[in-house]
């Protein structure tokens, strides 16, 4: 409980760090939109996760970062091809037809879907009062669809971000079996390089496409690879580890939607219709019921 204890300066600091990555990982959506203008889906993703590699394995050398064991190559693999590869081939084509603020709200029902994931294929126990946050969520993600519906017509984008949201969720239940054998920063070394290894197949056209491009086009797939790929997984793994409960940091992550929404008004001057607000409110309102009866005792 919080007696109106100011918090530790540890944890100010904290706090500031994860509030930085949520702004960060926020970003990204409306950076892959501008990007769109100049890059195809493929070569925005395999240009910028090359950066990311040649980071990741300098910093790798410098940190002595593990090989993982033989048996857990597979997991690596289901990790890198799920939740870097697949997702970003998605989420990128998606955003040719979704603007940002609707891709970061489905996109954002990505935890709730891990919850049916894990509950399927690790076994896990769901108290039965999570379950309704977990349909709440799902009638809100079936409202921001009927938004972007015209006539009989779905928007092909929302398919593809369902998927990007299965493959992210994928990856979380990858993620939380190698996590018990290897750090945050193994973890994530290990999925970035699998995937990028996946994406080189477009990396002619991201060659031929670079040597075209304009300089805040290709700044921007610098910052992509800097920011809310490297900096950003490095961050979020310092705040969890610095944070008294787990929880003082995740509850930022309900204000990425929110956050892409107003980064790409302000920017690309994108708008989200009445029903887009209200079914990515039902969403996020889903989420936040799930994690408080999930965590509640009884």
């Known amino acids: 409980m919080d007696n109106g204890t100011p918090p530790k300066p540890n944890q100010t600091i904290t706090i500031i760090v ?14 892959t939109r501008f990007l769109l203008q100049h890059y195809s889906p493929g070569a925005i993703m395999v240009l910028r996760f090359i950066l990311a590699s040649v980071i990741l394995i300098i910093l790798g050398f410098i940190k002595k970062t593990r090989l993982p064991a033989l048996r857990d190559i597979p997991l690596c693999l289901g990790l890198g091809i799920s939740g870097v590869f697949l997702y970003n081939f998605f989420f990128n084509t ?16 990505a935890p709730v879907i891990t919850i049916i994931l894990a509950r399927i294929f690790l076994k896990e126990v769901v108290k ?13 993600l079936m409202v921001v669809m009927i938004s972007q519906t015209t006539g ?3 928007n092909i984008g929302l398919l593809f971000l369902l998927i990007a949201a299965f493959s992210g969720s994928a990856m979380n239940i990858f993620q939380r079996l190698l996590v018990l ?34 300089l805040p086009a290709n700044l921007a797939i610098l910052y992509m690879a800097l920011f809310p790929a490297v900096l950003a997984y490095m961050a979020w793994g310092y705040a969890l580890s ?23 008004y302000f920017w690309l001057g994108e708008t989200l219709s009445p029903w887009a ?22």
Do not use: D
């Open 18 to 31: 994860a509030m930085c990555t949520v702004v960060m990982w926020s970003s990204a959506f409306p950076v």
């Open 94 to 109: 998606a955003s040719l037809y979704v603007v940002a603020g609707v891709s970061s709200f489905i996109v954002a029902s």
């Open 128 to 140: 039965p009062a999570c379950w309704i946050g977990v349909v709440l969520s799902f009638c809100g």
């Open 152 to 154: 009989f017509t779905i």
């Open 181 to 214: 054998k290897y750090t945050a920063f193994e973890v994530a070394t290990y999925a970035i390089i699998v995937g990028t290894i996946c994406m080189l197949v477009f990396l002619p056209a991201g060659i031929r496409e670079l040597q075209h491009s304009t």
């Open 242 to 264: 610095k944070a008294e409960k787990t929880t003082h940091v995740t509850v930022f992550m309900y204000l990425v939607p929110f956050l892409a929404t107003l980064i790409g």
């Open 277 to 298: 607000w209200l079914g990515g409110i039902i969403i996020i309102a889903g989420m936040v019921l799930t994690n408080v009866l999930g965590r509640a005792k009884g």
